[in-house]
């Protein structure tokens, strides 16, 4: 009668160890991943991210670690830590600025400037009082042009130099 039911407690014990996880909603993740290669297999530790690769050599297993999950993960850390320092920096100074500028404390070096008046987009002619660079230099190609093309003379200038 003991040996039922130690065996019946033993196989509930089982049932329970198995199944239970699976009834409370949890599906356990197993700690290694394996994935072929071509002289024998990569595992990876999901807990410590450690990266080895396994290869039978002289009727031995060996397994040769790749990437260390601790190693790198710390100099990536304080990587990560000094770009937050600086950005936290950053964002203090910017407050500091805007603080200022709101508080209407900001002098006139610092004051923006006042936006133009709204022109319409109708480009007008320069004054006549004044050529600009481009008309004498279109003046100037011109009378050559006709100089060239009349043979008459030398060419007369256009604009008198300024």
């Known amino acids: 009668m003991r040996t039922r039911l130690a065996s019946r407690l033993t196989l509930l014990a089982v049932i329970v160890a198995t199944i239970g996880p699976a009834l409370a909603g949890e599906v356990a993740k197993p700690r290694y991943t394996l994935d072929s290669s071509q002289s024998g297999f990569v595992r990876l530790d999901t ?9 039978l050599s002289a009727g031995k297993w060996t397994c040769d670690t790749l990437l260390s999950g601790d190693a790198q993960l710390s100099g990536r850390l304080d990587a990560l830590a000094l770009e ?17 500028l709101s508080s209407g404390t900001a002098g006139p070096s ?6 133009a008046p709204a022109t319409s987009m109708v480009l007008s002619a320069p004054p006549a009082a ?10 100037r ?3 050559m042009v006709r100089l060239l093309k009349h043979g008459r003379g030398p060419a007369k200038a256009a604009v008198t130099p300024s």
């Open 47 to 55: 807990k410590t991210g450690t990266v080895t690769h396994c290869s």
């Open 84 to 100: 937050v320092a600086r950005l936290t920096a950053a964002t203090a100074a910017l407050d500091r600025k805007v603080s200022h």
């Open 110 to 115: 610092t004051a923006l400037p006042a936006p």
């Open 130 to 139: 004044q050529p600009g660079v481009t008309e004498r230099i279109v003046k």
């Open 141 to 143: 190609l011109l009378a």
